[in-house]
């Protein structure tokens, strides 16, 4: 399984952006997604996550109401859709396949990351 991350950039706060996760292989359909985001200095924390056929979704707290998570199983893409951005989600973000179909919060759930990609919301 290979994951390619891509979204990230500059953007003011109160900005949007959408990251997108494409994977590959047929079995991807049947895991669980998760974002995970690590801001400098800071450990790897989890953002959201999203069963295997979308029908559950789990949020960080910090992000709750602000970001929503999707899946689009026949382009092997989940998504990460951030609203209303705050300087404190600067951070590199993380796409991961879950080693189950559930939307665990735990980075010791997942298994295959992708390479991150960087979002920087300016004050």
């Known amino acids: 399984v290979q994951l390619q991350a891509s979204g990230g950039g500059l953007v003011q706060a109160g900005g949007s952006l959408r990251l997108s996760c494409a994977g590959s292989g047929r079995m991807f359909s049947i895991y669980g997604m998760g974002w995970f985001r690590q801001a400098p200095g800071k450990e790897r924390e989890f953002v959201a996550a999203?069963?295997?056929?979308?029908?559950?979704?789990n949020y960080a707290d910090s992000v709750r109401g602000r970001f929503t998570i999707s899946r689009d199983n026949a382009k092997n893409t989940v998504y990460l859709q951030m609203n209303s951005l705050k300087p404190e989600d600067t951070a590199v973000y993380y796409c991961a396949k879950s080693i189950a179909n559930v939307a665990g919060t735990r980075h010791q759930g997942y298994d295959y990351w992708g390479q991150g990609t960087l979002v920087t919301v300016s004050s």
């Open positions: 999203i069963t295997w056929n979308g029908g559950s979704a």
